[in-house]
């Protein structure tokens, strides 16, 4: 044993809170607020879809602060070939 768990198995994943999906929809539509020029109220009804379809996957914590940091690594690419 080595933590209180046995050797060789995996903790169990830690499903990710609402604040955490919240937060990678919000990066998400920062990154595509700022290529797109749609009307305010269709930005709302994306993000509320997008909301919705991130909340019904089965995201772990560690999934949302992978994918955070992929859009962020993406997003600093982006702005340095602009």
Same mark, same amino acid.
């Given at each position: 044993m080595r933590g *209180? =768990?046995?050797? *060789?198995e995996k903790p169990a994943a830690v499903a990710a809170s609402a604040g955490e999906i919240n937060r990678l929809a919000n990066e998400i539509? @920062?990154? !595509?607020g700022s290529?797109? =020029?749609r009307p305010a109220a269709e930005q709302s009804k994306r993000h509320? @879809? !997008?909301r919705r379809m991130l909340m019904r996957w089965s995201l772990t914590s560690q /999934?949302?602060?992978v994918a955070l940091g992929v859009l @962020? /690594? !993406?997003s600093w690419r982006l702005r340095q070939r602009s």
């Open positions: *209180g =768990e046995p050797v *060789g539509e @920062r990154m !595509l290529a797109s =020029e509320v @879809r !997008l /999934d949302v602060t @962020r /690594d !993406l």
